[in-house]
């Protein structure tokens, strides 16, 4: 099954969701940074291969995220005299 990935596909979240993921898009980035600087400090092999992977991984969660809030719009909310979110 072939999917056409250039089709916006019209995903509506709310800006609470938005909020949310992009938290989650900073936590990734730092942690893979993070993760990137210890690469020098480890002495084995298989330890460096598997910390350049969980790098790499964090990298491309981020990448998608950033791909789906790319494609979602924000949700209009209706509520009137709602508190304001913190």
């Known amino acids: ?3 056409n ?3 916006h596909e019209g ?4 800006p609470r969701f938005r909020r949310s993921i992009e938290e989650r898009i ?3 980035e730092q ?3 993070a993760d990137e600087a210890r690469i020098g400090s480890r002495d084995n092999l298989d330890h460096i291969r598997r910390q350049i992977r969980l790098v ?3 990298r ?3 990448l998608r995220m950033r791909i789906f809030l790319d494609r979602a719009c924000i949700r209009p ?3 009137i005299n709602a508190p304001p979110i913190a």
């Open 60 to 62: 491309f969660e981020a």
């Open 1 to 3: 099954m072939i999917h």
């Open 26 to 28: 900073a936590r990734l």
């Open 31 to 33: 942690d893979a940074a």
């Open 5 to 7: 990935t250039t089709v």
């Open 77 to 79: 909310t209706h509520t």
């Open 11 to 14: 995903f509506e979240i709310c």
């Open 56 to 58: 790499a991984a964090q």
